[in-house]
């Protein structure tokens, strides 16, 4: 099972600041906190990963709570082609016995960008 | 930027039948991965693949269900007898691990099974 928890959806105006939360409260020392999005039923699509300090790359922002039981997705301005469903997962980045790399998706947040 | 594809878009098939999904990973990946997606239901694990062998498979990925990689560029995934259950979309994965961990997976678009 997921071993993480997202509101099932939320809508944000185009053009602003979307903030996706997620808890992730059992998380371990060994697990980062990856985020795909799923558009329409094409593939899931990698946005960011980070293990505790905040990450930024061109699609997004990831902000992680000090205790790491909760972090952020923020797509700063948002835009009619980022409704999704956005997952969070966290997974455990190096190969220890048993780790194949597999990504458990729960039911994601379902966000609506509205003009 | 590379990609993960997968051919057919879309397989119709009878109940019974047998079904290869294609995929072609990204080139210099070594962990492959299948996941499906039942129409309306979260994307599920089914199996991955490491240096010709499954390395993991979940509780859907039953003998019905194997893997091949009959070469050094396909990726493939075949339902023996087709039930009306495995109508659903299947994603090819591939991925890189590096000294700094795994890297980011890429999923091809799907293929869309419909079993009638």
């Known amino acids: 099972d997921a071993k993480t928890t997202q509101p099932t959806s939320m809508d944000c105006a185009e053009g602003r600041a979307a903030n996706l939360p997620c808890n992730h409260s059992?998380?371990?020392?060994?697990?980062?906190v990856y985020w795909y999005r799923q558009i329409h039923s094409q593939g899931p699509q990698y946005i960011i990963h980070?293990?505790?300090n905040n990450e930024t790359n061109e699609m997004a922002s990831l902000i992680i709570t000090e205790d790491r039981k909760s972090s952020t997705l923020i797509l700063p301005h948002a835009t009619l082609r980022d409704t999704a469903v956005y997952y969070c997962?966290?997974?455990?980045?190096?190969?220890?016995?048993?780790?194949?790399?597999?990504?458990?998706f729960g039911q994601g947040t379902t966000l609506q960008v509205k003009p | 930027e590379p990609e993960v594809t997968q051919t057919p878009s879309h397989q119709v098939t009878q109940m019974g039948q047998e079904v290869i999904l294609r995929c072609v990973p990204i080139?210099?990946?070594?962990?492959f991965y299948w996941y499906r997606q039942i129409l309306g239901q979260k994307v599920e694990f089914l199996v991955s693949?490491?240096?010709?062998?499954?390395?993991?498979k979940s509780e859907i990925f039953d003998d019905q269900f194997s893997v091949e990689r009959p070469d050094g560029s396909n990726f493939t995934l075949k339902i023996r007898s087709t039930k009306l259950e495995d109508s659903a979309m299947y994603f090819c994965?591939?991925?890189?691990?590096?000294?700094?961990?795994?890297?980011?997976?890429?999923f091809g678009p799907g293929t869309r099974l419909t079993v009638t």
């Open positions: 994965a591939s991925s890189e691990y590096g000294t700094g961990g795994w890297y980011e997976q890429y």
């Open positions: 059992t998380i371990s020392g060994n697990e980062y």
């Open positions: 980070g293990l505790k």
């Open positions: 997962i966290v997974r455990e980045l190096l190969l220890p016995s048993g780790n194949t790399g597999k990504l458990i």
């Open positions: 080139s210099n990946h070594l962990y």
């Open positions: 693949f490491y240096n010709n062998e499954i390395s993991e």
